[in-house]
């Protein structure tokens, strides 16, 4: 059977060839292959077509426009839809001047600029992702005249480098310029006028059929010329797939109105076909791969995880001077210092406190148990006294840290020193690029392992971010380290899953690797114990039975435990009596609460994996009732662009009620359901047929919640979704979205009166939707459903009391206080500065984002160095413009504070021709650099400098403060 890899290579590169295939199939294809797909979308849909589908689209327009020869891979339905016509498919080489016409041209507006199709306002600014670029493009502007160009990362928001010019395209298929409106308005109207209905339909909706936006009816066709070669490809396929296609699409037009848009706005029919000239072949598919790409590598920096600190008003927060209140917005006042900007907090009795921005050090979310929170009192003292009692509590717990860190520090770990030139030939074998902080994550727990000491660790990251890797290379390090390796998983699912995955990257090094789940039988378990206990198996993966009391490790240097939330916390200290000095690294996308208390206390080491693999894109999320033509819709979006989709219903008892049920409102498509309590082998079979992608949906109850890794499965429903926690509703969106494919989501209800709980888990599913989220909705997790325990069980009422930020700032400086942590990044007290001069905000008309606002002042207000308070001013004056003279006094205010905290001054008192510089007790002023610049007196017994004859307060300042 003929193979796309020869005809690619055989037709004639110097005209333009169309490849027609029957439906979407991924390829991952050299530069010179074009791919034109069709919509992902029904039409009038509620979502948008995915960039990356919009991005292929304009790509191919764009280079057929300019002429090229290319070769163009398609499908029938693509090839007969409207879209630009080709004398208005705009191009305009930008270089000195811009028109801002980005809406008109279908860019759709964001805060920050993420996906092809988008661009963002600020000022000056200008960002735009063009979709014909690996990067977005970001201008500044003086008027309309041009004084930067860059490229910037859509991930971190900052430039990567200058250029001197680009080509500006269509954002979308759909224009928006006044014309292109009234054309629609019109033949909406002269069609209902036609069917005498009072049909509705948005502009918005109409999106999903672009030909309606434009007066000429224009294909793909329109761009090519007319010595273009076509090529079949298993045209009975293609027919069928069209038909189908089609049929779907007329399907959920469920109004006459829509009827009659689609059918004239569409696209052609395929009676062309008659008279095109075309030369057939029949293709398998099944193994089919045309020309790889070459791995471009991209310089990504780390993502901070930065937005725990979004507010909203009427929410709690903690003022550490102050207490509890409640956040009522930002508002700029004009003082007799100068403008700043304050943040409102309210407390009991309507009175209010107006904290400056330059001090939300001080201020933070409140995270804890809420029901039973009481807003504090601004006249009394109870709130210090809450304070001090929460101190003095951690103080007596404290001698219990010591002990454990005592332990930590003499007990003799096992050390696994590796082989360096096995482990880089290892490392080589891994096909994708590692993010930034996945390669921080690596080198820790390679330095851990190393170490004399015992490794306790937890490894934080979502679904597809690295973790596996990061596992797999720390096991090979024990291998090589002539070391043994447990990883323990909690399904079998998943240690089926990992047994492949180590499977294939070691095989080739002959390490020795076994699994063990409850479905083998007792004699195979019998040969495996003994082969472990004669050291014969170097890594052992498997499920509850690792805990059997008859496995006998030889030579246990590493345990790895996967999704550690699902075990309890004696059955994860097992471990470490087995073997004293043991290794360990535990994973997690959402840690329970218990392991995120031990790691922010210092009891573990955390590492942290927040940045996506390049290409991931966020899972378009939706959250509502229970609907047939809903659920419909979606799994044949799915089917229609050759994927697959899982359906999640976690009660067994009526699980075949769900299966008869799908099996109505998609006939069409092949069912299968799997759950715990079935055969053996039948569950097995069932999902092998899945991996092989000869079932189209998957019933499952959460048996598959860890472990289902299928990249072509991109729909997931999970029904009934107000009955799961935060952690197993992100587990579960975790078997999704795990390419650069869009995925959906849908968690569904069928009970229209939900608790308050199950409303505040199912709206933080779908806000915290970036990927990278996990960690996120663990703290989000905890604002829910309040604490567990950190350092016993009666720090719970404590957390509760003063909320968990300023609990863990009190815990971090006691450590510091009393040597328990030398982590230089805890920071105690930062300088109080009264008094200086200037106006002092990011204005407005800068930034007039009031979020994004106030996460910069929160930024600039935590900073540790001079360092850090400059590289946000420089990636501010990037992402926003020329900074005003009022961000610069706040930069030149956020480095004297740095400064003088490093200095241990406590408080900095700016008054009439004099500053006083108050010391924290035990510091020893430099009089000595105060006397070069101004007349100076200091007071031992206060451990307080004072300067008179200043003038410029910043300049001298920084003069002094050395």
């Known amino acids: 059977m003929f193979n796309i890899k020869n005809l690619i290579n055989k037709i004639d590169k110097n005209k333009n060839n169309v490849i027609i295939i029957p439906e979407y199939s991924k390829f991952e294809v050299e530069d010179e292959v074009l791919y034109y797909p069709d919509s992902d979308i029904f039409p009038f849909e509620e979502f948008d077509i995915s960039s990356e589908i919009k991005s292929k689209r304009l790509k191919t327009l764009y280079e057929l426009k300019n002429k090229k020869n290319n070769i163009i891979i398609t499908t ?60 977005p493009i970001r201008i500044e502007l003086f008027d309309n005249d041009i004084e930067r160009i860059n490229l910037f990362d859509s991930f971190t928001q900052k430039s990567i480098k200058n250029v001197s010019y680009f080509d500006l395209i269509p954002g979308s298929e759909v224009y928006r310029f006044k014309e292109n409106i009234e054309l629609v308005e019109n033949r909406i109207n002269r069609i209902q006028k036609n069917l005498k209905t009072d049909d509705e339909v948005s502009i918005e909706a109409l999106y999903s059929i672009p030909g309606i936006f434009h007066k000429d009816k224009n294909t793909l066709f329109s ?8 090529y079949l490809i298993n045209k009975k396929d293609i027919l069928k797939s069209f038909s189908e296609k089609e049929k779907e699409n007329i399907e959920v037009c469920d109004t006459n109105l829509k009827k009659a848009i689609y059918k004239e706005f569409s696209g052609i029919s395929i009676d062309f076909l008659k008279d095109l000239k075309y030369k057939e072949y029949k293709v398998n598919f099944k193994n089919n791969v045309i020309l790889k790409k070459e791995k471009v590598k991209y310089d990504m920096e780390e993502i901070p995880l930065i937005d725990w600190e979004d507010l909203k008003e009427n929410d709690y927060v903690v003022h550490s001077d102050y207490g509890i209140g409640l956040y009522k917005g930002i508002k700029t006042k004009e003082t007799i210092l100068g403008i700043r900007e304050y943040i409102i907090v309210e407390y009991s009795n309507s009175s209010r406190v107006f904290v400056p921005v330059e001090r939300l050090d001080k201020l ?17 003292k109870r709130w210090q006294s809450k304070k001090k009692k929460v101190e003095k509590n951690i103080r007596e717990k ?8 005592a332990k930590r520090e003499n007990s003799k770990g096992i050390s696994l020193i590796g082989d360096k030139e096995l482990e880089e030939k290892f490392v080589n074998t891994f096909s994708h690029i590692e993010t930034a902080d996945q390669i921080r994550s690596i080198n820790e727990v390679k330095k851990d392992l190393e170490s004399l000491k015992p490794m306790d660790r937890l490894l934080v990251g979502d679904a597809g971010f690295g973790k596996t890797e990061i596992a797999m290379r720390a096991a090979f390090k024990a291998v090589v380290s002539n070391y043994q390796t447990l990883l323990l998983a909690p399904t079998t699912i998943l240690a089926k899953q990992h047994y492949q995955t180590f499977k294939e990257r070691m095989d080739p090094f002959g390490v020795n690797i076994e699994l063990i789940t409850r479905y083998k039988t007792i004699s195979e378990k019998e040969n495996l114990y003994k082969k472990i206990k004669n050291g014969n198996v170097d890594i052992i993966i498997g499920t509850h039975s690792l805990f059997s009391k008859k496995i006998d490790v030889k030579n246990l240097g590493l345990v790895i435990i996967d999704e550690e939330q699902k075990f309890g916390v004696l059955q994860k200290e097992k471990f470490k009596k087995i073997q004293i000095g043991v290794n360990i690294l535990m994973m997690s996308a959402t840690p329970i609460p218990r392991t995120m208390y031990k790691s922010m206390s210092g009891l573990q080491e955390i590492s942290t994996i927040s940045t996506p693999p390049f290409g991931r894109i966020p899972i378009q999320t939706y959250v509502g009732l229970y609907s047939k033509k809903i659920v419909r819709k979606a799994l044949l979006r799915e089917k229609s662009r050759s994927g697959q989709s899982i359906f999640i219903h976690n009660r067994v008892q009526d699980i075949e009620n769900i299966y008869s049920e799908l099996k109505s409102i998609v006939p069409e498509l092949k069912v299968k359901y799997v759950h715990g309590r079935m055969k053996k082998s039948k569950f097995i079979d069932i999902i092998n047929d899945f991996y092989s992608n000869k079932i189209d949906v998957l019933l499952a109850t959460t048996i598959i919640e860890n472990g289902i890794d299928v990249p072509n499965a991109n729909t997931l429903i999970v029904d009934d979704s107000f009955r799961y926690g935060i952690s197993q509703l992100y587990q579960i969106k975790g078997r999704v979205g795990r390419t650069n494919k869009r995925a959906f989501a849908y968690f569904m209800y069928r009970n229209q009166l939900l608790n308050e709980d199950s409303k505040k888990r199912l709206e933080s599913i779908k806000r915290f939707n970036e990927p990278g989220s996990g960690l996120k909705l663990a703290l989000r997790d905890l604002e829910i459903r309040g604490y567990g325990d950190l350092l016993g069980l009666e720090q719970k009422g404590h957390i509760n009391t003063i909320g968990l930020h300023l609990y863990k700032n009190i815990l971090e400086k006691i450590m510091l206080e009393e040597k328990v942590t030398d982590d230089e990044k805890i920071n105690l007290e930062f300088t109080d500065i009264i008094g200086i001069k200037g106006n002092m905000i990011i204005p407005e008309n800068y930034i007039n984002n009031s979020i994004e606002r106030m996460r910069i002042y929160r930024r600039i207000s935590i900073c540790k160095s001079e360092n850090e308070v400059i590289s946000i001013k420089n990636e ?27 200095l241990k001054i406590e408080k900095i008192e700016i008054g009439n021709g004099y500053i006083l510089f108050k010391y924290n007790k035990g510091a020893i002023p430099k009089i000595e650099n105060f006397l070069k610049h101004s007349k100076s007196k200091f007071h031992s017994k206060t451990n307080e400098i004072i300067c008179y004859g200043t003038d410029d307060e910043i300049k001298f300042l920084n003069k002094v403060l050395r």
């Open 398 to 405: 404290l001698n219990e840290l010591k002990e454990i860190y």
């Open 223 to 230: 761009y090519l010329e007319n010595n273009t070669d076509f």
């Open 364 to 380: 933070s979310k409140f995270i804890g148990d809420t029901s039973k929170i009481k807003i504090s009192n601004l006249s009394g």
């Open 76 to 135: 029938l339905h693509a090839i007969t839809r409207y879209t630009i016509p080709l004398k208005h498919y705009y191009i305009k080489r930008i270089e000195n001047n811009f028109e801002d016409i980005l809406y008109e041209l279908g860019y759709t507006y964001k805060n920050e600029v993420r996906e092809f199709g988008e661009y963002s306002k600020r000022g000056f600014i200008r960002d735009i992702f063009l979709p014909i670029s690996n990067n």
């Open 876 to 902: 501010i004056e990037d992402r926003f413009g020329r900074l005003p003279k009022e961000i610069k006094t706040l930069f030149d205010y956020a480095i004297v504070r740095v400064k003088a905290t490093k």
